[in-house]
T-cell receptor, first 115, second 112 residues
Framework: DTGVSQDPRHKITKRGQNVTFRCDPI?????LYWYRQTLGQGPEFLTY????????KSRLLSNRFSAERPKGSFSTLEIQRTEQGDSAMYLC?????????????FGQGTRLTVV | DQQVKQNSPSLSVQEGRISILNCDYT??????FLWYKKYPAEGPTFLIS?????DKNEDGRFTVFLNKSAKHLSLHIVPSQPGDSAVYFC???????????FGTGTRLQVFP
């Protein structure tokens, strides 16, 4: 399977705990994005990378959130001291670079529930 | 502020008929528009896109129309099939950035 892969698919954690999600993009894609989706809303942009460089971060991304893409391949998204408001579907997507107008392909997401 | 709006939260269409999903945007810097389909518990799946230099793009049963003066786009599905039942998201990106701004989605139900 050469699609975008996310792990885990589901995560339940207690408030205050740290969680880390992983995303493996499509192999030839050098852009990688993180989005968050809550019930009844469309996905909201969090951050994106071109290769290992983090090019943009949304103001939605508080200082409890950090994302890395150390070797320009897979990426991790860490949430520290989770809060109930962090409960959402976290989506990863990837695309080719080389100009604009390239569609992003999404993984199946990681559903986080903070109890 | 909601830069991409899908004002119809749901749409119900009979199998074989045309489904028309609408999307409005406010940012005149948007130059690329996409439609995604989403099933429950899955990530969005890319359907079709259109650049701002075009006013129509067609792919099989799916056609996207762009009216730049009205800042409006629509997705036409014809004929509609029960497997098309899903939530459809309109998304846009601005010149110089690849990040997508999504609408809130329209739930399409195609009944026999």
């Amino acid at each position: 399977d050469t699609g975008v892969s996310q792990d885990p698919r589901h995560k339940i954690t207690k408030r205050g705990q740290n969680v880390t999600f992983r995303c493996d993009p499509i192999s030839e894609h050098n852009r990688l994005y993180w989005y968050r989706q809550t019930l009844g809303q469309g996905p909201e942009f969090l951050t994106y990378f071109q290769n290992e460089a983090q090019l943009e971060k949304s103001r939605l991304l508080s200082n409890r959130f950090s994302a890395e893409r150390p070797k320009g391949s897979f990426s991790t998204l860490e949430i520290q001291r989770t809060e109930q408001g962090d409960s959402a579907m976290y989506l990863c997507a990837s695309s080719r670079s080389g100009g604009s107008n390239t569609e992003a392909f999404f993984g199946q997401g990681t559903r986080l529930t903070v109890v | 502020d909601q830069q991409v709006k899908q004002n119809s939260p749901s749409l119900s269409v009979q199998e074989g008929r045309i489904s028309i999903l609408n999307c409005d945007y406010t940012n005149s810097m948007f130059d690329y528009f996409l439609w995604y389909k989403k099933y429950p518990a899955e990530g969005p799946t890319f359907l079709i896109s259109i650049s701002s230099i075009k006013d129509k793009n067609e792919d099989g049963r799916f056609t996207v129309f762009l009216n730049k003066s009205a800042k409006h786009l629509s997705l036409h599905i014809v004929p509609s099939q029960p497997g098309d039942s899903a939530v459809y998201f309109c998304a846009a990106s601005a010149i110089g950035t690849d990040k997508l701004i999504f609408g809130t989605g329209t739930r399409l139900q195609v009944f026999p």
